[in-house]
Antibody, heavy 120, light 107 residues
Framework: EVQLVESGGGLVQPGESLRLSCAAS????????MTWVRQAPGKGLEWVAN????????YFVDSVKGRFTISRDNAQNSLYLQMDSLRAEDTAVYYC?????????????WGQGTLVTVSS | DIQMTQSPSSLSASVGDRVTITCRAS??????LAWYQQKPGKVPKLLIY???TLQSGVPSRFSGSGSGTDFTLTISSLQPEDVATYYC?????????FGQGTKVDIK
């Protein structure tokens, strides 16, 4: 059974950093593109970032470029999102999701999410 | 960037009704279009990918159609368990933009 478990969320002040983790199990992690999606309270879904199987390609939504970094450790079956210079508008539930073995497949398995709150 | 626009933003229908949700891309995206269902307080669930391919385990009352810029999600006979917000997403190129969502409830 595919499982994705996010951790690392919490309350931080504007300008601070946070690192989210996603522990994957139940599938061959190194075979898949991985994705982060977020959802602000009461709002819609927003795609945040993708990373290729070997980490050689990474893509970000414009609003986080230069502030967020996506990475993975295939030996540990783990996905990460390093979030720096956090802003109030980054407040959201962050979901880790498994996409496809190729670019052309959307996220089909999602974790339960971890809440990030940016507030003074 | 390609924008995704869904309509309507919300709808109310009776059990057994046929429900149609539309998603329009600002540029052609071939068939790189997915539909998700998010029930209140739950994680999004992939319903359809490649515009019209039903994800495994999804009831056959859900169907998708379209190509290029105009896409449709249809629920052939609305059930109480279909109360949710539905999102389209394009994934041809980054950013993998979502539509703003369509909230469906029972009249």
């Amino acid at each position: 059974e595919v499982q994705l478990v996010e951790s690392g969320g919490g309350l931080v002040q504007p300008g601070e950093s946070l690192r989210l983790s996603c522990a994957a199990s139940g599938f061959t992690f190194s075979n898949y593109w991985m994705t982060w999606v977020r959802q602000a309270p009461g709002k819609g879904l927003e795609w945040v970032a993708n990373i290729k199987q070997d980490g050689s390609e990474k893509y970000f939504v414009d609003s986080v470029k230069g502030r967020f970094t996506i990475s993975r450790d295939n030996a540990q079956n783990s996905l990460y999102l390093q979030m720096d210079s956090l802003r109030a508008e980054d407040t959201a539930v962050y979901y880790c999701a498994r996409s496809g073995t190729q670019w052309s497949f959307p996220p089909s398995y999602w974790g339960q999410g971890t809440l990030v709150t940016v507030s003074s | 960037d390609i924008q995704m626009t869904q309509s309507p933003s919300s709808l109310s229908a009776s059990v057994g009704d046929r429900v149609t949700i539309t998603c329009r891309a600002s540029q052609g995206i071939s068939n790189f279009l997915a539909w998700y269902q998010q029930k209140p307080g739950k994680v999004p669930k992939l319903l359809i990918y490649a515009a019209s391919t039903l994800q495994s385990g999804v009831p056959s009352r859900f169907s998708g159609s379209g190509s290029g810029t105009d896409f449709t999600l249809t629920i052939s006979s609305l059930q109480p368990e279909d109360v949710a917000t539905y999102y389209c997403q394009k994934y041809i190129t980054a950013p993998w933009t979502f539509g703003q969502g369509t909230k469906v409830d029972i009249k």
